[in-house]
């Protein structure tokens, strides 16, 4: 059994724990607005295609965000965490997922009439996908522009001990079999306008923040950057030491793909305290379950390179009375030899969103950083602007 997901008992189990309450806080809680109480309550009689399409009507990576999503959305809000622990909501919508994925592996597109408008969408990651799906099922035309040679942007670099290939696969082709769906891969497009004048009603850019965080260091060229890293990590396999820059979701897991890929020693370099570090209580029991070392307060100062090796060094840093993060001294510490070190701050937008009529923004690039469940709900917030226009 995938520990991924939970077993027949486990769900069973989790679902009997559900109080189904009245006023939904779990769905209130939800930025796509899934309601796990009618979920788990088709769920409980075994319903799985209909727990399924609760799921799917409001989110269409239901089966990705059950995986992936952290708690502090619906189970944060779950109720029964007064009685014992709350319900571990997003393992059974992932179990819900699949068990209906396995029954029902072609799933029928319903049949909607197109309403003749078309909407270009330029990349096509979780925020590109949520915008598509309320559009299709809204009946407008959708082309997709790719820029990559495969659907699923940042989804691509969730790693696959957290996210399976396939899942992805399959959430992605659900889209190919919408005959008012249309996808262009290895087409990068800059001027939004220009769709504008061939015909498109819309254009939705969900590119994402393309500009790489800079570590601005000697030696930082030595550095390998995180989307590198995440993309490629058969070629960065190694039994040697890696170090990771960053203390996110993204240097956790670059650091527990290194320590499952065989890296001797993994540890990680975080500017600022525990307490500050972005990542989830189950992130911190990961790095814990895969004995990932990290250094708090402790920031990179130079990069050198020994034939094939690279030396780090680092200095201590230290909060001052305002607040403000500074070195502790000037004198860098030596931190062993590291076969790699990686860099993962993380990206920042490249350029401010064009302000034209027809022209509309969703996901990272107009919310920063931001998770699975929230780009998804990014998108389909500006569908809803976009169908409100054209309506009746």
Partial sequence: MDARYLNDEELQKELSRCLQCAAKPCL???????????FIKAAKSKDWKTAASHISEHNPLGEICGLVCPDK??????VRAQVDKAIAIPAVQASIMKKNREINQNPSVQNIKANGKKVAVIGFGPAGMGAASKLLANGFSVTVFEKEKIFGGALNLI???RLPREVVQYECQKFMQNPLFEVRFSTMITDYGKLLQEGFAAVIATVGEQKKRELKIKGAEFAIDYNDYLANREKYRTQGAVAVIGGGSTAVDCAVCASLSGASAVEMFVRRGAENMRITAEEKQILMKYGIKVSNFTRPAEIIKNNDEFTLLTLKTCF????NLQDVNDCPNHNGEWKYIIKALGNVRDKEPENKQGIYYAGD???GSSTVVEAIASGKKVAEEIINKYAD
């Fill in 159 to 161: 790693p696959s001990y």
């Fill in 73 to 78: 959305f619906c189970v944060q809000y779950c």
């Fill in 28 to 38: 209130k809680a939800c930025p796509v607005k899934c309601s796990p109480y009618d």
């Fill in 320 to 323: 001052d009375k305002d607040g």
């Fill in 365 to 367: 690039y107009v919310n």
